[in-house]
Antibody, heavy 120, light 108 residues
């Protein structure tokens, strides 16, 4: 059974760095074709892809946010970590992690999401 | 990057009716790399369709996907009460991965 769970702060101040952790089970990020990505959704708005890390260590980032994002993995802990620097109130959103199948690029399992509010 | 435009923005239908949702890409997307998701209020998105037309595990056969190149369609043959939700298309033929803006299917 594949599960993913996001964890991190619910509230961050403007200019701070956000660190989110995705802890997963039911698959390994050392297995070919397995990737983990992050997607966010501002309240009432559409989904926005942020970043992805592959089983082989390749990393991909949103074009518009790549200067602020870093994704990494700890395969021994089954965790993927996303950091986003210089947070702004417009970054207020629910942040999801999801498993991505490299062969098709689709997100087949999602976490329940973590709401992050950026406010002073 | 590939821009996905979904239409209509909102679809007002009654249970039992057929829903046809459109997703248009700004450039060609090869069929293995087009997916659809359903998002109910307060829930995470759920994969419905991948590879343009393959249903994900546990997805009922009233959901079907079709299309090619720049025009893709999600069809719900007969709407059930639990189908009233927001639907997103997504591509990964061209990096970066992108989502459409969503179509809300609401009860008429």
């Amino acid at each position: 059974q594949v599960t993913l769970r996001e964890s991190g702060p619910a509230l961050v101040k403007p200019t701070q760095t956000l660190t989110l952790t995705c802890t997963f089970s039911g698959f390994s990020l050392t297995t070919t074709d397995m990737c983990v990505g992050w997607v966010r959704q501002p309240p009432g708005k559409a989904l926005e892809w942020l970043a992805r890390i592959d089983w082989n260590g390749d990393k991909y980032y949103s074009t518009s946010l790549k200067t602020r994002l870093t994704i990494s993995k700890d395969t021994s802990k089954n965790q993927v970590v996303l950091t986003m620097t210089n947070m702004d109130p417009v970054d207020t959103a629910t942040y999801y992690c999801a498993r991505i199948r490299h062969s098709g690029g689709f997100l087949d399992y999602w976490g329940q999401g973590s709401l992050v509010t950026v406010s002073s | 990057e590939v821009v996905l435009t979904q239409s209509p923005g909102t679809l007002s239908l009654s249970p039992g009716e057929r829903a046809t949702l459109s997703c248009r890409a700004s450039e060609t997307v090869r069929s293995p790399y087009l997916a659809w998701y359903q998002q109910r209020p307060g829930q995470a998105p759920r994969l419905l369709i991948y590879g343009t037309s393959s249903r994900a595990t546990g997805i009922p056969d009233r959901f079907s996907g079709s299309g090619s190149e720049t025009d893709f369609t999600l069809t719900i043959s007969r709407l059930e009460p639990e189908d009233f939700a927001v639907y997103y298309c997504q591509q990964y033929y061209s990096s970066p991965l992108t989502f459409g803006g969503g179509t809300k299917v609401e009860i008429k």
